[in-house]
């Protein structure tokens, strides 16, 4: 071979090699798996957003501005408990690109868009979200190589008239540099990037998080001071770019009339024509970027409108949620002990206003009223038997008038012993299926006390993992935990002990997660059925493996009527529950052959209570609702068992008139 084949070889052979590398380089984006929720996938979002509201309801009728520091706070700490990485230097950047799944990261940009769909989740007028954008002008204080030199984040217009950002990025970043993961990461040889082993820890502390609800002329001096200028702003009822000849009609100046540049619906620029420049508004605060955006806004809307009004279209209405539009909305929320067993001395409690202020607090308390400051000490010395107290305020400004009013009721009890459970929500044995490809499964799980107060729920997944939360009174504990590199057919222990603020051990529950491979998930069945006849056993039901959930229709049953059920499990085991109006009103347990759940007890959590058979009498009386629930769980293979129903109806007596007819 000569020379020169040589060279041509070699030439070739590199051109191939670089071909297939670029290809390589493409692909491995897209053989990425199903991406994470915090990589913007939007359906997982949402469910994590609706769970978070299931279990804390009174969110959805909160202000603006608390629904975004709720869900901003339940978001990061997801992000703290599954270790999820940030996007916040070059390197990652590069790398995220190159190994596509293996160390997945969350830049501004990406937050931003998370948290705007759990924003809208919650119920926040999309008219009231915004996008503010710091650029930079000479970065200090921050990498070089930094890919957020042009940092942004949301921003919530409140209730109160007050613009506030949510800014995750900027508190995992800090706390990255505080805890010199960058040194820790650059020093690892072999990569561009390298994650140390041990927890990033960067979205910790969220409770006491500056950045979220930070106002935006604070955010807009925080941002300065690490070497941004310059800031733009943009409500999500608007467009990015607006018309030069309007905003100079507006007597804007031309130091905030820019130009900019659009993106596509992948965040990448698009280069406009020179001789077609595109313009935004910019200043050297949030505030001023705001408060111009939205003169601009406001007068640009008026014109469209009465464009439409003038051609025959009819007035469509603003679209725009401004401080030019609307006026503050005053929130109050009474903050004590509201369940007291044997009141000894005083017991304090305050009112929280929405927006702060100085206002006049006048408390009622029965039929008893004065005025006092935000606070007030309450004795109930003088009760001697259980009652129900109300305890209200009203809020009103120095001229007297009524801002907004709030009551509780409180509950006074005496020498009762108050025994404290916790029990998990669902049925105590779940299954998850997973299908062809997929190695983990997502499950979600909550429980409550069965008496408010101030507890600890320390949860273990089975798995080795732990996590502990204080949800606060009357509040439900919960969240989701995702079983990862699941190859065959396999069982969790999930179970929460509840601990008190002193540290007693009040009682646990358990649950099983079963995670079975490669088949359909054929194990719920919902049925329908009517009860019309009083006095007479119904054989209702029967059935075997799985989960089968009948509501029966009892509209034609008289309100008094009373109910009772007669059951056989046989030697396997199954559980019964008997729900009514949202209440469950009958839990069997795991009725069957001790020994069976003995050689399973994954399946059988807590052990079976009885044999197989059973009856109960007096389940519940039918007041206003029209239907009830019975559910049989059978978690084996192979299970058999049937129920039977009764309608007891109440005895009409049968009055002068009716026997005159």
């Known amino acids: 071979m000569t020379k020169d084949q040589r060279i041509y070889l070699f030439s070739y052979g590199f051109k191939i090699f670089i071909t297939g590398l670029f290809i390589v380089m493409l692909t491995i984006p897209v053989m990425a798996s199903d991406k994470e929720y915090y990589e913007g996938n939007d359906a997982k979002l949402k469910q994590m957003a609706q769970q978070w509201l299931n279990e804390n309801p009174e969110i959805r009728d909160a202000s603006p501005q608390d629904k975004a520091a709720f869900m901003t ?37 990406q937050q931003y868009l998370n948290l705007t769909t759990l924003f809208l989740e919650a119920g926040i007028d999309d008219r009231r979200m915004g996008q503010i954008e710091a650029q930079s002008t000479g970065v200090r204080g921050l990498n070089i190589l930094d890919v957020n030199k042009d940092h942004g984040t949301i921003s919530v217009l409140g209730d109160d008239n007050i613009y506030r950002t949510y800014d995750v990025w900027i508190h995992a970043k800090e706390r990255e540099d505080h805890n010199r993961r960058e040194l820790a990461r650059i020093s690892i040889p072999g990569a561009l990037s390298t994650r140390p082993p041990e927890r990033y820890d960067v979205y910790g502390d969220f409770d006491n998080s500056k950045w979220i609800g930070m106002p935006a002329d604070e955010w807009s001096n925080m941002m300065s001071d690490k070497g941004y200028g310059q800031y733009i702003y943009r409500s999500h009822a608007t467009n990015h770019e607006i018309n030069r000849d309007l905003a100079e009609s507006l007597f804007i100046d031309d130091a905030n009339i820019t130009r900019t540049q659009t993106f596509d619906l992948r965040g990448n620029y ?10 935004t508004i910019v200043a050297d605060n949030a505030g001023d970027a705001i408060r111009i955006r939205n003169i601009y806004d406001y007068n640009n809307e008026l014109i469209d409108r009465q464009i439409r009004i003038e051609r025959g279209h009819g007035d469509p ?6 401080p030019l539009t609307t006026d503050p909305v005053y929130r109050v929320a009474i903050e004590g002990q509201r369940r007291i067993n044997d009141p000894e001395g005083l017991y304090t409690y305050s009112a929280s206003v929405s927006p702060a202020g100085e206002y006049v607090y006048e408390w009622s308390f029965g039929e008893s009223s004065r005025t006092a400051g935000s606070a007030i000490n309450v004795s109930y010395d003088h009760l001697n038997d259980p009652s129900e107290v109300s305890l209200g305020v009203r809020i009103m400004n120095s001229e007297g008038e009524v801002l907004v009013s709030g009551s509780t009721i409180v509950h006074i009890s005496f020498d009762e012993e108050v025994t404290v459970s916790v029990a998990i929500h669902g049925d105590p044995v779940r299954f998850h299926y997973l299908g062809e490809d997929e190695d983990y499964v997502e499950h979600s799980f909550s429980a409550i006390a069965s008496h408010p107060g101030q507890y600890t729920y320390h949860w273990s997944f089975g798995d080795g993992r732990t996590w502990s939360q204080s ?6 504990s919960g969240g989701t935990v995702t079983y990862r590199d699941i190859t065959d057919n396999t069982s969790f222990i999930l179970e929460v002990d509840l601990w008190s603020e002193d540290g007693e051990f009040l009682g646990t529950d358990q649950m099983t997660v079963n995670v079975i491979t490669d088949e359909e998930p054929d194990e719920h069945e919902e049925r329908e059925d009517i009860m019309e006849r009083c006095n007479e056993w119904y054989e209702s039901g029967s059935g075997g493996a799985g989960t089968t959930r009948t509501t029966y229709d009892i509209s034609s049953l008289p309100v008094g009527t009373s109910f009772e059920m007669r059951f ?5 085991p199954d559980r019964f529950i ?30 079976v209570s009885g044999t197989g058979s059973g009856s109960v009498t007096g389940i519940f009386t039918k007041n206003e609702s029209q239907s009830f629930t019975v559910t049989v769980i059978g978690p084996e293979t192979g299970t058999a068992w049937q129920y039977a129903l009764r309608a007891n109806c109440p005895e009409i007596e049968e009055t002068e008139a009716t026997e005159n007819q």
């Open 270 to 279: 698009i280069p406009y024509p020179v001789y077609d420049p595109r313009y």
């Open 578 to 607: 008997v729900e009514y109006e949202g209440v469950e009103v009958y839990n069997s347990g795991w009725r069957g052959d001790s020994s069976r759940a003995a050689d399973k007890p994954e399946l059988y959590p807590g052990g």
């Open 317 to 322: 209405g603003s679209d725009l949620i401004t």
């Open 568 to 572: 056989d499990a046989y030697n396997i």
């Open 471 to 476: 949800p606060g009174e009357g509040r439900i």
């Open 73 to 109: 706070r339940k978001y990061m700490e997801h992000l703290q408990r599954d270790n999820a990485p940030l996007d916040s230097t070059l390197g990652d950047s590069v790398s995220r690109r190159i190994t596509g799944t293996t160390d997945r990261m969350t830049n501004c940009s």
